[in-house]
């Protein structure tokens, strides 16, 4: 009967250091991850698509409890080599009931594709986000006949991407544009893959980019079918401070100039 008895106390002893070790880790894990929301920074572009010589405008959103005022830097990326062809510094004030409203002159850069990076230094933590853009050409003005068969054109292709109504869950994702994309990833990261497994090479590739960027896992990045967009996705990573990718890239230029990012970035972790 004593056996039985200092069992059941033997029992209930692992029961209630269980118990206690279980909640240390809950508390311990949760005050890590309310850390890690705290003093995020999101970076919104105005336009992902400029004219050559237009203006960058974006916005900067805090994510924190308190207001910061700390050094930001601004630096963009030129895609083709990973080479920085803009670099801003200015002391920031950022609350997060107030979005801070940025624009940069790109009046020097050519038509291609760019990475923009801001590090932030917010209530003691540095906070990287970024946020890709294109530079295009300006069009040359059409004449009318040829105006009358681009519009032709573009009705016959409208019609044949046009969504059949039975898939309507896609949510005329044609027309949506990054940063949608990136809110649904968030809410929904398995509707947002389905959606993009449905869509059409171009699209698809976009789509994959921006659930890569929701959900912060670079692993959608290798659904991208074209290289350079896929190279691009990575890059995007690496300039987060993930230079895992850099191996995963195809082009010699990007993945050199990844493993120059890593190089800096250990540099400036020993200074």
């Known amino acids: 009967m004593k056996s039985k008895s200092n069992f059941y106390l033997v029992s209930l002893l692992f029961i209630i250091i269980f118990l206690v070790i279980f ?3 809950f508390v311990y894990f949760g005050k890590k991850t309310n850390n890690e929301m705290e ?6 572009l105005d336009k992902e698509s400029l004219n050559k010589n237009e203006s960058l405008s974006f916005s900067v959103n805090l994510r924190s409890s308190k ?4 050094l930001a830097a601004y630096e963009i990326f030129d895609l083709s080599n990973v080479s920085v062809v803009l ?3 200015e002391v920031m004030e950022l609350n997060s009931n107030l979005p801070k409203k940025i624009t940069l002159n790109l009046k020097n850069l050519n038509a291609g594709s760019y990475i923009l990076r801001l590090r932030a230094r917010c209530n003691g933590n540095t906070k990287l986000s970024t946020a890709k853009f294109r530079i295009i050409s300006e069009a040359k003005p059409l004449h009318a006949e ?3 068969l681009v519009d032709l054109n573009s009705s016959s292709e409208s019609r044949k991407t046009q969504i059949p109504s039975e898939s309507r869950d896609n949510e005329n ?9 990136y ?10 893959e389905k959606i993009c497994d449905s869509l059409s090479t171009d699209i698809k590739d976009r789509c994959f980019s921006s659930l890569a960027d929701a959900t912060n896992n670079f692993q959608y990045c290798s659904r991208v079918q074209s290289l350079s967009s896929k190279d691009g996705c990575y890059i995007n990573f690496a300039l987060r401070g993930n230079f895992d990718v850099c191996g995963n890239i195809y082009d010699t230029y990007q993945k050199e100039g990844c493993y120059a990012l890593k190089s800096a970035a250990k540099i400036e972790n020993a200074e």
Do not use: R, V
């Not at 003093?39 to 919104?44: D, E």
């Not at 207001?67 to 700390?70: I, S």
């Not at 994702?173 to 994309?181: A, G, P, Q, V």
């Open 173 to 181: 994702f044609l027309d949506m544009k990054t940063s949608e994309i």
């Open 183 to 192: 809110e649904l990833a968030k809410k929904d990261q398995f509707k947002a």
């Open 146 to 148: 040829q105006k009358e």
């Open 67 to 70: 207001p910061c005022m700390d």
């Open 23 to 25: 909640i240390m880790l």
């Open 39 to 44: 003093n995020g920074i999101s970076i919104a």
């Open 87 to 89: 670099a801003k510094q």
